[in-house]
């Protein structure tokens, strides 16, 4: 258990849907990092948050977005889902901005659009 | 383009072989990290090294930061088949301001019993 919780484990929706994927960051971790995982991309950046506030941005889509709660833990909204977004979505935190400690990664939510 | 070039992309070998895999770029990068997925997993943090021409060793891994820090390499001696994993090397630039931990390609190892 790596201390970062990840829910759901596994998600099957229809194109057009939403869905929130939903990230508890290891216990005194400030930053909350979102990744895509597919197979023909590797793992791309979507998005940071630090302490609530949004902090980098990757390549994230515009039907996605994210927050982070004052209970630091974050939440990936994913909006009229195409079948190009079925992929393995992974939370990271660390304590803080910087990377001397490394991110620690969650399980994932493999996401599957049909 | 990718920032972050890894290679070989597969590697499958006997266990008990030897076997390096790289990590290349052509920018400068202020630290540069491993990590091994496994399957249904994340990425598990190995090593961050970041002095230019560092060694680190972990047990039967041995990591290389380049001199001009921006490369890296991770030998594996004697594999074993719980090596088996993608092996993801990742980085920030050096003196640049997003936060965001950019991964490589990554090398897909298998190790045969």
């Known amino acids: 258990d790596s201390g970062v919780t990840q829910t759901p484990k596994h998600l099957i929706t229809a194109t057009g849907q939403r869905v929130t994927l939903r990230c508890s960051p290891r216990?005194?971790?400030?930053?909350v990092y979102w990744y895509q995982q597919s197979l023909d991309q590797g793992l791309q950046f979507l998005i940071q948050?630090?302490?609530?506030?949004?902090?980098a941005k990757g390549n994230i889509l515009e039907r996605f977005s994210a927050q982070q709660f004052p209970d630091l833990h974050s939440e990936l909204n994913l909006s009229s889902l195409e079948l190009g977004d079925s992929a393995l979505y992974f939370c990271?935190?660390?304590?803080?901005?910087?990377?001397?400690?490394?991110?620690?990664f969650g399980s994932g939510t493999r996401l599957t659009v049909v | 383009t990718q920032l972050l070039e890894q290679s070989p992309q597969f590697l499958s070998i006997q266990e008990g072989e030897n076997l390096t895999v790289y990590c290349n770029s052509s920018?400068?990068?202020?630290?540069l990290q491993w990590y091994r997925q496994e399957p249904g997993e994340g990425p598990v943090l190995l090593v961050t090294?970041?002095?230019?021409?560092e060694v680190k060793k972990l047990k039967r891994l041995t990591f290389q930061f380049g001199d001009a820090r921006k490369d890296s390499s991770l030998h594996i001696t004697a594999a074993q088949p719980g090596d088996t994993g993608l092996y993801l090397c990742?980085?920030?630039?050096?003196?640049?301001?997003?936060?965001?931990?950019?991964f490589g390609t990554g090398t897909r190892l298998t190790i045969i019993p």
């Open positions: 990271a935190s660390s304590l803080g901005q910087g990377m001397p400690g490394g991110y620690t």
């Open positions: 216990s005194g971790d400030l930053s």
């Open positions: 948050y630090y302490n609530g506030e949004e902090r």
């Open positions: 920018s400068v990068f202020s630290s």
């Open positions: 090294v970041v002095t230019g021409g």
């Open positions: 990742a980085a920030l630039r050096a003196n640049f301001g997003n936060e965001k931990l950019t």
